[in-house]
């Protein structure tokens, strides 16, 4: 049996733990008519402030009338012999001001197993639950800007694609046909030469503009993926499988391809890696991107919070403002990252 002076050590020392954690203890007997015990923190959480000790009605009055039912029955329950019970409430103190606590309770009972009386802890979560409010306000307002700055980015390139092609490749096309039409018969080399330059500035301009606005086939994925590979990790052996028979939107095939780009880039500064794969393929309305690597690995967790490792970041937020998922695993010897996006 432990020594008063050790008994003192670890009650002290619990007592600092409630206090620390905001959490107070307290105990009643079975029907509620000596009242209830409570802790100081519990008065402090409470506001409790008169020296006698609370009747079980005060307690129950202070619970938010909203709450108070679900209370009263998952009381009743435990006394009736089903198991503890834990409940989050809301309580409001004599003051009026409104605390949101977490009550965890269990019935006491005598040798023969009759219920004697109830006992249990309240931890004080008002601060935690607002700052997690705080914070969602905070996300929503987020994504709410990353999706007005994608929308005015494809209303931009919107923009752009009319400019393209009612001026420069406009004005490409007739001096195209100037040049024709002018051409003598026995041209110089330079006039030859101009025209085909004026050619390719228009295949060019009209590539670009089909870029911008187009939905490109699933088909012109494998070699614009297998250029990205040779760009992003060039010394890296790259294969590229694309099982995609739908054209997607712009925004959707470039937000990929930049996951694919990001991964890419990921593997060629840190993963040591010898090969790596991209696939493309749909399933469930949905479309799977997939890059592996059977590079060193990396701390998943601990990337998020390292400079050169943003890009990551960066990734999950643009998926998450078009609907989309990015789920990112590693061990030594392989990474995966794996995006979703919607397809509608």
């Known amino acids: 049996m432990a020594e008063p002076a050790e008994l003192r050590r670890i009650l002290a020392h619990l007592r600092s733990a409630h206090r620390l954690a905001a959490v107070g203890g307290w105990e009643g007997d079975y029907e509620g008519e000596v009242g209830l015990c409570w802790s100081e923190e519990v008065r402090a959480i409470t506001g409790w402030a008169e020296a006698r000790e609370p009747a079980y009605e005060e307690m129950v009055a202070m619970i938010h009338p909203d709450d108070r039912p679900l209370f009263l029955e998952m009381r009743a329950n435990a ?64 994504r709410d800007l990353l999706q007005r700055l994608l929308d005015a980015a494809d209303i931009e390139r919107g923009r752009l694609a009319r400019h393209l092609a009612s001026g420069p490749i406009e004005q490409l096309v007739e001096i195209e046909e100037r040049f024709q039409a002018e051409m003598p018969d026995e041209a110089h080399q330079v006039w030859v ?41 060039p010394d890296v052996e790259v294969a590229v499988e694309v099982d995609l028979d739908v054209s997607l939107r712009p925004p959707v095939q470039a937000t990929l391809l930049r996951v694919v780009q990001e991964a890419l880039h990921n593997v060629r500064k840190h993963a040591d890696a010898a090969r790596a794969e991209v696939r493309w393929h749909l399933h469930d309305g949905w479309v799977h991107v997939t890059v592996v690597d059977d590079g060193k690995g990396f701390d998943v967790d601990a990337a998020h919070n390292v400079a050169g490792h943003l890009g990551i970041v960066a990734m999950g937020e643009r998926l998450e403002a078009l609907g989309g998922q990015v789920e990112i695993r590693s061990r030594p010897g392989r990474t995966t990252v794996e995006a979703r996006m919607p397809l509608a």
Do not use: C, N
Not at 94 to 111: M, N
Not at 127 to 140: A, F, M, P, S
């Open 193 to 233: 030469d101009g025209l085909a330059s004026v050619r390719r500035a228009i295949e060019s301009l009209q590539r670009t503009l089909t870029d911008i606005e187009g939905e490109p086939s699933a088909i012109g994925l494998v070699p614009m993926l297998e250029e990205l590979a040779a760009e992003s990790a």
């Open 79 to 142: 006394l009736a012999g089903e198991r503890p019970y834990e409940i989050d409430l809301r309580m409001l103190r004599p003051d009026g001001a409104l605390r949101r606590v977490h009550i965890a309770a269990d019935v006491v009972r005598d040798d023969d197993g009759v219920a004697v009386g109830v006992a249990g802890a309240v931890q004080d979560r008002t601060e935690e639950i607002e700052g997690l409010r705080q914070l969602r306000i905070t996300e929503v307002a987020r």
